[in-house]
């Protein structure tokens, strides 16, 4: 089951929150074309929010072509959806980058201290992940 | 649209003694709809709900449930409708089976089922009598009542009070279950937990003294809302002083650096400001708990937008 975490006290809109983890799964490959995501009625269960916040958020993914509507069978991850995974990949990844520096310059840490500590960072995932 | 279930058009009342509790509200929710309504210790949610239910008979103005004036609609019209009101009045001496019965009586589209379903999953004893239930389960007994009728209408007047978050949360997820339903409910609700409503109102009102003073789909509330935060280089001549952020409904200056809770219209509402050589802007999303907040905070003036249905 397609885990999404949301946060409904971030003061961004819950739809737009579940929109932005259903692209990054497409992106990383953990949702693949056809995959079929969960129906609104057990998603708005499974997180608690309205359905109309996940019929918001399949429509707009509808509309942006990440997800295809079947009448009766569910919503599916689109054909054309892998192909744009890049650009979107790259997008989320900012949206979380911006905000390591803004609070990066509010503590006044140096750039160069920035980079490094995210180097190592993922240095030492990747270490973990082929120590697995 | 078609008619709002749920409907108030300058309503408002005075009470003897001429305190005014609620003071030319409109207010109109649709079929479907979970509208949230939140405000401050006296700003008249209660009232305005007991208007709209018929149990208060309002100076000035109407209040409309499924088309119909409550204070003078049938029997029939009435079991349409369900509420559970802040200071619970259950027959302490029945059981909730009895309880339960007795209501199957009244309301036409009673669920028997449902209600022992509700019954189970919240924890009530079925056969101890309401006067000898906690706080919490008499709380939880009078939304089974409310939710077992299979209401049209739902009016909830801050359910949430004395329940664990636990309790909470299966009352949430009961309200979506009865959203996902096809006869279609329209629900109110008020609280002060604002958490609650993050997770599914459609619509939010904020009431201030009497009077629905931002009404607004939440995720617009959301959207047009930000913390704008201004850092001022070292590089600024002497004595500079920063333009008013257009927009704000708050700011406050700490050293170097300006935050303001900004009503956003279009992100280019701040390009004077980001134009300006030596001054950084960081815009951050906020909370409806920190808008309210904001808004009524000390100090703050009570207005932000105003929106109808």
Redesign the interface.
């Known amino acids: 089951m397609l885990h999404l975490q949301i946060d409904?006290?971030?003061?961004?809109?819950?739809?737009?929150q579940m929109m932005d983890q259903v692209k990054y799964y497409v992106a990383s490959g953990a949702l693949r074309a056809g995959d079929l995501l969960p129906s609104?009625?057990e998603l708005?269960?499974a997180l608690?929010?309205?359905?109309?916040?996940v019929v918001?958020a399949y429509n707009e993914l509808q509309h942006e072509g990440v997800i295809e509507m079947k009448h009766g069978k569910g919503a599916f991850v689109a054909e054309a959806a892998e192909g744009m995974s890049a650009g979107e990949l790259e997008k989320a990844l900012r949206h979380l980058v911006r905000r390591l520096a803004?609070e990066a310059?509010?503590m006044g840490a140096a750039p160069e201290l920035v980079l490094r500590v995210v180097a190592e960072e993922l240095e030492s995932l990747n270490s973990e992940r082929s120590s697995d | 649209m078609s008619d709002p279930a749920i409907e108030a058009h300058d309503l408002s009342k005075t009470f003897p003694g001429g305190v005014v509790a609620v003071n030319g509200l409109d207010l109109a929710v649709p079929r479907d709809c979970v509208y949230g309504l939140i405000g401050r210790n006296g700003a008249g949610k209660t009232t305005a709900i007991r208007m709209l239910m018929g149990l208060l008979r309002p100076n000035r103005g109407t209040a409309r449930l499924l088309g119909a004036d409550m204070w003078t609609a049938p029997r029939e019209q009435r079991a349409r409708v369900a509420y559970v009101s802040q200071a619970q009045q259950v027959h302490g001496w029945m059981t909730p089976e009895e309880l339960c019965h007795y209501a199957s009586h009244f309301y036409e589209r009673w669920d028997g089922p449902y209600a022992r379903d509700l019954a189970e999953r919240f924890g009530i004893p079925w056969q101890t009598q309401v006067g000898l239930l906690s706080g919490g389960e008499q709380r939880k007994a009078a939304i089974l009542l409310a939710f077992a009728a299979r209401p049209e209408v739902l009016l909830l007047d801050e359910p949430a009070a004395g329940l664990d978050p636990i309790a909470r949360r299966e009352l949430i997820d009961e309200i979506i279950d009865v959203l996902s339903r096809a006869e279609g409910c329209a629900v109110l609700f008020s609280t002060h937990i604002i958490s609650d409503l993050e997770r599914i109102a459609e619509y939010v009102g904020i009431m201030d003294r009497g009077r629905i003073v931002t009404s607004a789909r939440l995720e617009d509330l959301q959207s047009h809302t930000k913390r704008v935060q201004v850092i001022l280089g070292d590089t600024l001549p002497p004595g500079f002083k920063l333009p008013v952020i257009p927009g704000t409904i708050r700011s406050t200056v700490e050293g170097p650096v300006v935050t303001a809770v900004v009503r956003m219209d279009t992100e280019s509402q701040l390009d004077e400001i980001r134009r300006i050589p030596g001054v950084r802007v960081n815009v951050f999303p906020v909370g409806l708990e920190e808008i309210f907040i904001e808004l009524f905070g000390r100090g703050a003036r009570g207005e932000f937008m105003e929106e109808s249905l």
Do not use: E
């Not at chain 1, 409904?8 to 737009?16: D, I």
């Not at chain 1, 608690?48 to 916040?53: A, E, G, K």
């Open positions: 409904p006290h971030s003061g961004v809109p819950v739809y737009r609104i009625r708005a269960r608690s929010v309205n359905p109309t916040t918001k803004v310059a509010q």
